[in-house]
C-alpha cells in the first residue's frame, strides 16, 4: 500500500445530477461514449433478452466497446423521456463506468496526487459554481491509501513542487495579482484580430456551435463591448478570476504529461480569454448579464473545450499566423471523454 493524498473542490459532495427535465442539456447525446472493460464483459455475458437488447446497441472497434448512437446524435440506450434504458431496466451499476461518474473526472494522478474534479461542461456543476458567492474557490485536501508501492521521494518532492507553483499561481489569480494577464492582455485591435484567426481553428457542435459563431461574429467589436461589460456587471471580475483558477487547478497538472509547462500556462488565459468572449456574445445580445448567464457562458465554454481533446490541444499552442498551415486538421478529432476506470 502507498499514501496518497486527494484533492477536490469543497463542492464537489454537493452536486447533484438534476436527472429531470428541468436540466438545460442531456448528457447523453453527441458523445463517443467508450465503455469500459468490465461493463462490456458484464453486457457480453449478459443472457436472455435483456442482454441481447444491450448487444444490439453497443459495437466494437479496435478491441474496444462503444455505445451505438442514432442519427439524431443520441444514444440509443436514451428513452424517448431522456432516461437511461439500463438503468431503467436493470440498475445504476450495470451503466458504464463514464456515464456513472460524468461529469467528474476522478483519480487524476500525478506521483501521490490524486485530483478529482467536477466538469462546468456540465450546466449543474457551472450552477453550483457561480450561483455560490463566495471569491475564492477552496480545495479540500485528505490523506489515503491505496493499492501498489509507495511513490520514490524524487517524484515526491517533483510533485509537491508542481502543486506548489499552481497553489500559488491558484492563489495569486483569485487575489488579482494576475488581472493584467487577465483582462488587458487583447486591448490592441491587432491581438483581438489574431484572436479571430484562432477562435476559427476550434472545432465547434451543436448546441454550443451557434454560440460559438456569434463570438466569431463580434471579435472586432469587443474591444469596446468588454468596457461595457466590466462598468454593467459588478461581478464580472470575480467570476472570471475564480474561473481562472478553477483552470489553473486542473490544467496547470498537464505539465507532467506535457513535459512543459508553457502550453498549460497559455490555456489558462486563453481559456479565460474565450469564456470572456462568450460572455460578451451574451452580453451584446441582451443587454443585461445575470449570473444565470455567467452559468450559461461557462457552460458553453465547457461542452465546447472541455471534452474536446482537440480544442484543449488547440488551447496550449502559441499562436502565429505565420504557422497556420501547420496547424492540426481537426477532422479526424474525437469528442472524448477522459476515462479514468
Ligand atoms: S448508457 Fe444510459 S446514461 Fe449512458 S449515455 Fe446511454 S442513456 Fe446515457
Redesign the pocket.
Given at each position: 500500500m502507498k499514501k496518497i493524498i486527494r484533492e477536490r473542490p469543497s463542492y464537489y459532495s454537493e452536486y447533484k445530477c438534476t436527472g429531470d427535465t428541468t436540466c438545460i442539456d442531456?448528457?447523453?447525446n453527441l458523445?463517443v461514449?467508450p465503455i469500459d472493460k468490465k461493463t462490456s464483459d458484464y453486457y457480453l455475458a449478459k443472457e436472455g433478452e435483456f442482454g441481447e437488447y444491450l448487444r444490439k446497441n453497443i459495437y466494437e472497434e479496435n478491441g474496444g466497446w462503444f455505445?451505438k448512437i442514432c442519427d439524431n446524435g443520441?444514444?440509443?440506450?436514451?428513452?424517448d423521456n431522456d432516461?437511461?434504458?439500463?438503468?431503467l431496466k436493470d440498475c445504476e451499476d450495470s451503466?458504464?463506468f463514464?456515464?456513472?461518474v460524468y461529469p467528474r473526472e476522478t483519480n487524476i494522478m500525478v506521483g501521490n496526487y490524486r485530483q478529482d474534479r467536477l466538469l462546468i461542461a456540465c450546466s449543474e456543476v457551472a450552477r453550483l459554481f457561480y450561483e455560490d458567492d463566495r471569491e475564492r474557490l477552496e480545495f479540500i485536501k485528505t490523506e489515503e491509501e491505496a493499492e501498489g508501492e509507495e511513490i520514490d521521494d524524487n517524484l515526491k518532492e517533483k510533485t509537491s513542487m508542481l502543486l506548489a507553483f499552481r497553489d500559488g499561481m491558484v492563489e495569486g489569480l483569485q487575489a488579482g495579482v494576475f488581472d493584467k494577464s487577465l483582462f488587458e492582455a487583447y486591448e490592441s485591435t491587432e491581438s483581438l484580430e489574431s484572436l479571430f484567426e484562432d477562435v476559427n481553428y476550434f472545432e465547434g457542435h451543436e448546441p454550443t456551435e451557434t454560440v460559438m459563431n456569434n463570438v466569431r461574429a463580434l471579435i472586432k467589436e469587443a474591444g469596446e463591448l468588454r468596457k461595457q461589460f466590466y462598468e454593467k456587471v459588478p461581478k464580472a471580475k470575480m467570476w472570471m478570476r475564480k474561473t481562472a483558477a478553477y483552470f489553473a487547478h486542473r490544467q496547470l497538472l498537464d505539465t507532467v504529461q506535457d513535459g512543459s509547462i508553457d502550453g498549460p500556462l497559455i490555456s489558462v488565459f486563453r481559456s479565460v480569454h474565450i469564456l470572456e468572449l462568450i460572455c460578451l456574445s451574451i452580453f451584446k445580445e441582451r443587454g443585461v448579464f445575470t449570473v444565470e448567464d455567467m452559468v450559461m457562458s461557462a457552460y458553453t465554454f465547457g461542452l465546447t473545450f472541455e471534452i474536446s481533446m482537440f480544442n484543449i490541444n488547440l488551447m496550449k499552442e502559441v499562436r502565429n499566423k505565420s504557422k497556420d498551415k501547420d496547424y492540426p486538421d481537426n477532422e479526424n478529432s474525437e469528442l472524448r471523454p477522459y476515462l479514468y476506470p
Open positions: 442531456n448528457c447523453c458523445w461514449l455505445l443520441r444514444c440509443s440506450f436514451l428513452t432516461l437511461c434504458s439500463i438503468r451503466q458504464p463514464i456515464c456513472k
